[in-house]
Nanobody, 128 residues
Framework: QVQLVESGGGLVQTGGSLRLSCEFSGRTFSLYTVAWFRQAPGEERKFVGVIGRSGLVTRYEDAVKGRFTISRDNSKNTIYLQMHGLKPEDTAVYYC?????????????????????WGQGTQVTVSS
C-alpha cells in the first residue's frame, strides 16, 4: 500500500520561502506521478502542481507559476515543493497525492479524483 508523508510546513512571513517534502513508500516510486494540492479554510482542495514519473515534466496552477517549483529525487523516494515569494493567500494545508496511471491528460492530472493515494497534509501559514 502506498503511503505518503508530508513535512516542512510552518509559519512564514510574506515574501518568505519554505520547502515541503513528501516521502513515498510502499511501491515503486518511479512508477507514480505525484502532485501537490492545497486546501485553505472553507475552500475545496485545489491543484497546485504535478511532476511526472521521470521528473522531467512539471505543470503548475497559474497562481504559483514562477514562485513554486516541484522536484523529485527517485533515489530518495521523495518529492519536494519549493515555495518562494509566499503570500497570505498561500496559507493552506498542503497535500501530496500519487497515481500510477500511464494514460491521462494534462487536465486529468489536476483533478483530485485522478489520485488514489494521499498524504495527511502539512500546514503552511503565511503572515502578512
Amino acid at each position: 500500500q502506498v503511503q505518503l508523508v508530508e513535512s516542512g510546513g510552518g509559519l512564514v512571513q510574506t515574501g518568505g520561502s519554505l520547502r515541503l517534502s513528501c516521502e513515498f513508500s510502499g511501491r515503486t516510486f518511479s512508477l507514480y506521478t505525484v502532485a501537490w494540492f492545497r486546501q485553505a479554510p472553507g475552500e475545496e482542495r485545489k491543484f497546485v502542481g504535478v511532476i511526472g514519473r521521470s521528473g522531467l515534466v512539471t505543470r503548475y496552477e497559474d497562481a504559483v507559476k514562477g514562485r513554486f517549483t516541484i522536484s523529485r529525487d527517485n533515489s530518495k523516494n521523495t518529492i519536494y515543493l519549493q515555495m518562494h515569494g509566499l503570500k497570505p493567500e498561500d496559507t493552506a494545508v498542503y497535500y501530496c497525492a500519487a497515481h500510477d496511471r500511464t494514460q491521462f491528460t494534462d487536465e486529468e492530472s489536476s483533478f483530485r479524483r485522478t489520485y488514489g493515494f494521499w498524504g495527511q497534509g502539512t500546514q503552511v501559514t503565511v503572515s502578512s
